[in-house]
């Protein structure tokens, strides 16, 4: 009932900048946390962020604290992450994920986008 898509996601060489953005759509009564998973070649899927509906963020990973923003804009039900300086590091496809009290049935329910690809090489 619920959909989130993911765009901003490509080709940048490093110590260059994207903003990825998640928009969701569908049957949604309340969007709670929102946030940002990356997955790189070979590792284990992590968590890079979090914003509440009340606008607090969490940035999970140690590396990208200094660099990556996450952000939303409640009129448009969409979840930003602004990527600065990136790193080859950084190279992963990145999800986003949203707590979704949806109308059918007023619980709250987790969705996930289907990802998007960045690519941080020279």
């Known amino acids: 009932q619920v959909q989130l898509v993911e765009s901003g996601g490509g080709l940048v060489q490093p110590g260059g900048s994207l903003r990825l953005s998640c928009v969701a759509s569908g049957s949604i009564s309340l969007i709670h946390t929102m946030g940002w998973y990356r997955r790189a070649p070979g590792k284990e899927r992590e968590l890079v962020a979090t914003i509440s509906r009340a606008g607090r963020t969490n940035s999970v990973v140690d590396s990208v604290k200094d660099r990556f923003t996450i952000s939303r804009d409640y009129d448009k039900d969409t979840v930003y992450l602004q990527m600065n300086s990136l790193k080859s590091e950084d190279t992963a496809v990145y999800y986003c994920?949203?707590?979704?009290?949806?109308?059918?049935?007023?619980?709250?329910?987790?969705?996930w986008g289907q990802g998007t690809q960045v690519t941080v090489s020279s």
């Open positions: 994920t949203a707590d979704v009290k949806i109308r059918l049935d007023y619980k709250t329910y987790t969705y």
